[in-house]
Every structure is written in C-alpha cells, then in structure tokens.
C-alpha cells in the first residue's frame, strides 16, 4: 500500500509536524497539493505531500485517507529543499517557509490578463557595450557556459549599464535553454525593468511578480512559470521564490537594499534563497549595486564572492557634483526653512532652463509627531506605544506600524491646553512647502500615501518621465533605481534620519541612501547638482557619501563592525516574546533568558538580558526582546539550540498566551 507524508496548512506550532495518510486509488506526486480530514472533526484541511512510500496494509492504527488532489500545483523537490532550508534558518514553521512557493489568489474567473500589458517595450533591442561592460561579461560567461555555479559581486557606479550586463548575462542562460530571475528590490522599479526586458526579450517570455498585481494575475502567473511558458521572471523578492525549474542565472539588482529582508514570518533573507536555488541548479548569482553592502564587499575580499568592478558612467558621462550645506548654520543665518538657500538657488535656476528636479526625504506624512508645548505629552499609539504622525491631507494622526488612526485633538488630551502641534517635517509638508515656493512648477509626491491605489506608482513616475512633473518628491522610493535623462538636480533635504534608526547598519543604510539618491542625477548628457542637507555633516557616512568614496565608508565601517563582533562578524538573534499582559511578556522572556544561558555554558554571555523592545506594545501585545550574538561560524548551532528550545517552552508558552519569535541579522531592533 501506498503513503504519504504531508504538512498540513494549519497555524498551530503543535501540527508542525508530518502527518501520514493513506492512499487509496491516486498516488499523489511528491510537492502536489492535496486535500485531507484532519483533527477530531475530520475536517478538510489543504496539505502538501513531502514523502511518498510503500507500506504494509493496516499497520497504521486510525490510519486516514488523502481525500483528493489538486491537479494544477506541484512543487518540485528543490523547492521542497529550499523550503526546509528556509525553516532551519529563520526557525519558521514548515507551513511558513513553504508558503511563499506557493500561488497567490486563485485563478482568475475571466480571460486571463497579464500584468502591465499596455506596458510598451522601452530600449534599443541591441546597444554598443563599453569597455568595462564588455569585461564583466567576460568574466561572467565562462561559468555560465559550464554550468558551474558562482556569486559575482557587480561594483558599479550609479549609470555604469549594469542592466545591460544583467540582461546579455540572461541572454546567454536563454540560449542555453535555462531560466532567469531578475529581482529588483521595490515594486515601483519592476515596469521601469520590464519595459526593457520586453523590448529585449518579449512579454510572452516574462513573467512578473509583485504584490501589487491582483491575487488572480498572480495565480495565472505562477502557472505560466510552472509550465515553463515564461522563463524570465521579474519581480521583488518573492520572484526569487518563482517556480522555475533549470535556473541558470539570478540577479539581483541593488543587493545591498534592506527591502530583501522580509520583516513577515518567515523572516528569509532574499540572498539566502538566491544562493540555496543556485547552488543547487549549478547557476551564477549576480549581486549588482553602486554601494554594495559591508557584508557582500568583505565576502569577496575573502574569495566567498567574485568582485567585479564598473568606475565609469555611461557614454562618457560624468558623476554629479555634490555640496553639503550644514543646516545648523542655515538656522543660525536666520533660515528656518527646510529648504535651503543653496537648494532654493539651485532649483530655481534648474526651472528656469526646463530641468527637473528630485527632493529626497525619507519621512512619510505631514509631521512626524505631535505634542504638547505645554505639558511635553506626546501622542502615542494605544497599542504600539510609538508617536504617531500627522497626516494633514485626512486630518488624522496615523501608527505607520499598526493602521491606527484617530483625529488630531483640538486641545491637550493630558493637561487640557490648547498648545498641541505638530513637529517636524515629513513628504506631505516639503511638498506643500515647495508649492508654496515654486507655484509655477507641478510637483508630485512618491510614497506609500500616494502609490496605495493600483496604477498609481506608474501614473506618478510616466507623468514624470514624459515631462508633465517639474519636482518629484519622495521617500527612498525616488532613490532608487529611477532613471531620467532630465533631472539635473536632486536635494537630499534631511540626509541625517536614518542615522538615527536603532540598528548597526544605520551609517552604511545613510551612506547608502546619499549615494543612491544622488545617482538620479545627471543621467543624460549634462552634468547633475545634488545638495546634500545635514545637521551631522561631519559624520564619515554623510562626508564619505558626499565625496562619493565607498572605499573610505567602508574601512571605517569595517573597523567598527569587527570591534564589536557584528556582521559579517558574527551573527545578531533577536528573539521576541509577545504576549496581551506585559508580566507575563517579561515573565515569559525571562524565563526563556534563563534556560538558553544555563544551555549556553560558558558562552552564556552572548545572550543579552531581556529588556522591553523600543516598541514595547504592537496589536495590543507587550513585547520584550533578547538579543543574542552568535559568534562567526555557530549560526547553525546556535539556531538548532534555539529551535530546540522553542519547542520546549511551546506548551508553557500557550498556556500563558505568550508568543516567541526570532530574527535573524534583523534591519531593525524595533
């Protein structure tokens, strides 16, 4: 007789285990979807088939039976693999890490309709290579010609023709009958992209993936790929989840972006998924960015990557002149304003020759708290505990974590005073400040407030590349990626935000965004201005960036991150316990605390006492956390003890109704 061993689709950590069922007529694939009863009810539950095998009839006790099967999903064994993969390093359920292999939605009840199909192909369908083009391809195609699998680390300046490289390193995996994942690291890039890879290679060849198409586009997609209709994949980071089979390339443009982290269970780095799939289909993985991240430019100074390096722009253009002005004495010289008169000048004088121009500020909404100037109260969210920001275009204050929302108060809800505003500057406000000094100029805003409507982020950045948008505003959204001959001017309006983020990688994330931002400009034949705005412009990230010297950023980061034992140093764990009532949170973590040091030994000292997070409450759960430093080489140690110790304290924890999460190398220690 013939059984299976299945996952079943449940939330429960106490079913995350494989169940065998019995099969009575059809023999169901190894990855293939099927239906069983399960639990006391006998409900029909959807599961997934990871072991097939022969048995004698009757020697299982209270055996059941797989009720059906679904035709259309299977997965191969290598995304079974990876799958499990995916939960030994995040500590996931099997259900979880599987669950971003899987289609979307449900297929869609009318004619099928391809997402961006009235995108026009965009590009020349060949172009002349530059020398040092040409040489990175050289590199490339002896590995791609035998089918050995290596990771090529692409330095290349911002408008050096890194697409065209990834695009005839594709070219060449096509041609030898294999598939391609092109991923990018925000949706809003994805049309700019798939409008070159149409012109190149046509639609009826690429695939594309991204939440913000609709479940059913996204289910008819998936099947596309499954059937080997499409063999380009284009997408954020759940394309590198496709399912393709005969991966012979993976690139993955802007490696070093923090978007390739997934902050949702299961908490996957995208670079791991790329590495696991093309090791195992014997393929090259190509990381490009103009600021490689710390980790991946020491990896290749120790041979784990192949540094490739592109100093030169395009078409003999050159890199922007950058100027840092200090805003503290802009303040001092009476200027209260958040533009200053170097931007203001430089914009001006951008306008009046047709030029356009692109102000980054990477803070969302009108301001980004409210207080009372009286009695110093802050409004917080009831259920995160973080300061909530004012939205003037709905008159609401809104959690960016939670969706909280309430009306902005007339008057103190602590003390009673009418002394309540708002502080600080976000999108909202530079853009109606910016109307308000330019109102000849149309300015338009790129963020999340603006590109939630479906269509929106193209209708915003075609109204901008076809001339009708003057000033772009926006948050990292606009930093990435984007390339318009025109714009000859951007102004980095608060280049210090993010060196305030609680997290190690804040120098390198603003070193990074400075760089990045600073590269929209001058992208045709004339040189660009940028204008770097700072309160910190002595900072070695903000005066680095402004010289545009990655190799002076990253000596000093280097140093720093291995006095302190941080990646790619060493690894950082951050475990969460959550629960409704904060003594038991705290109980719960210290509890956890104590039985992880008496299993740790002498290296008890790498894991940190339990303290409340910065948000110590979100969805109405306390929360407190545990960070632990996993020494160079014990990753998998570590997270086998902590997966150990997880299921140990598993029936405690739901008696309490406490929950217990980890992260490994988070962006973010929030």
């Not at 169940?19 to 293939?32: A, K, M, R, W």
């Not at 059941?64 to 999903?73: E, Q, T, V």
């Not at 990876?82 to 995040?90: M, P």
């Not at 995108?119 to 590995?143: F, H, S």
Request: one cysteine or more; a positive charge.
């Amino acid at each position: 007789m013939k059984y299976a061993d299945v996952i079943i689709d449940n939330k429960s950590e106490e079913t995350d285990n494989f169940f065998t069922y019995g099969c009575l007529q059809e023999v169901p694939e190894i990855g293939q979807k099927v239906y069983v009863p399960f639990g006391k009810g006998d409900k029909i539950r959807e599961a997934y088939v990871f072991r097939v095998f022969d048995g004698e009839e009757g020697q299982i006790r209270g055996l059941k039976y797989i009720y059906s099967l679904d035709r259309d999903i299977i997965l191969t064994q290598e995304m079974l693999d990876t799958a499990l993969f995916v939960k030994r390093r995040t500590l996931c359920k099997t259900i979880d890490a599987l669950r971003p292999f899987l289609p979307v939605g449900k297929a869609a009840k009318r004619k099928r309709e391809k997402p961006y199909k009235t995108t026009r192909a965009n590009g020349r369908q060949t172009v002349e290579l530059t020398q040092e083009q040409e040489r990175v391809l050289a590199d490339i195609a002896p590995y791609t010609e035998r089918r050995e699998h290596n990771i090529f680390l692409l330095h290349g300046v911002t408008g050096s023709g890194k697409t065209e490289v990834y695009m005839r390193a594709i070219e060449a995996c096509l041609r030898q009958g294999r598939t391609a994942v092109m991923a990018v690291p925000e949706i809003s890039l994805t049309k700019q992209v798939t409008e070159q890879f149409f012109a190149r290679f046509g639609a009826e060849n690429t695939a594309v993936m991204h939440s913000r198409i609709t479940p059913g586009q996204r289910y008819d997609e998936w099947m596309r790929i499954r059937r080997g209709e499409a063999r380009i994949v284009i997408g954020a980071r759940s394309a590198l989840f496709a399912p393709l089979e005969n991966i012979g390339i993976i690139v993955m443009d802007e490696e070093h972006e923090s978007s390739y982290k997934s902050d949702q269970t299961p908490k996957y780095d995208s670079l791991d998924i790329a590495v696991k799939r093309t090791k195992h289909f014997d393929a090259v993985l190509l990381l490009g960015s103009a600021t490689p991240s710390v980790v991946s430019t020491h990896r290749a100074q120790e041979g784990i990557y192949t540094k490739l390096t592109m100093p030169s722009r395009c078409n003999n253009a050159t890199l922007p002149m950058l100027e840092t002005v200090d805003m503290r004495k802009e303040l001092l010289s009476g200027n209260r304003s958040v533009i200053s008169n170097a931007l203001y000048t430089e914009m001006n004088e951008c306008l009046r020759q047709k030029r356009q121009i692109i102000l980054f500020l990477n803070r969302r909404g009108y301001a980004p708290f409210v207080s009372c100037r009286e009695c110093g109260h802050t409004m917080k969210c009831p259920q995160c505990g973080i300061s909530l920001t004012y939205h003037k275009s709905i008159e609401r204050v809104t959690c960016h974590y939670c969706g909280h929302r309430e009306e902005l108060p007339p008057q103190c809800p602590e003390c009673g005073s009418r002394f309540i505003r708002h502080f600080g500057t976000g999108t909202e406000m530079l853009q109606e400040i910016t109307e308000e000094l330019f109102p000849e100029a149309a300015v338009a805003r790129l963020d999340l407030d603006t590109v939630s409507r479906k269509g929106s982020i193209d209708a915003i950045l075609g109204d901008f590349k076809n001339g009708r948008t003057d000033i772009l505003i926006g948050t990292q959204l606009v930093a990435k990626g984007l390339d318009f001959k025109n714009v000859r001017l951007v102004g980095i309006v608060a280049a210090d935000i993010s060196l305030n983020i609680p997290d190690f990688r804040s120098s390198e994330r603003t070193f990074q965004l400075i760089t990045q931002a600073a590269g929209r400009a001058g992208r045709g034949s004339e040189p660009g201005k940028v204008i770097i705005q700072s309160y910190t412009p002595e900072h070695y990230a903000v005066k680095t960036a402004a010289a545009q010297d990655y190799d002076a950023f990253y000596r000093k980061e280097i140093r720093i991150r291995e006095s302190l034992s941080y990646p790619p140093f060493g690894d950082l764990i951050q475990a969460v316990v959550s629960a409704p009532d904060e003594d038991v949170a705290a109980e719960c973590a210290e509890a956890f605390h104590r039985m992880m040091c008496k299993a740790a030994g002498p290296e008890k000292g790498n894991f940190l006492p339990p303290h409340k997070a910065p948000i110590a409450k979100s969805n109405g759960k306390y929360r407190y956390q545990i960070v632990i430093k996993c020494p160079k080489g014990k990753r998998s140690a570590y997270t086998a003890a902590l997966a150990e110790a997880k299921q140990s304290i598993s029936a405690d924890f739901k008696k309490k109704k406490a929950l217990l999460s980890f992260d490994i190398n988070p962006y973010s220690f929030i």
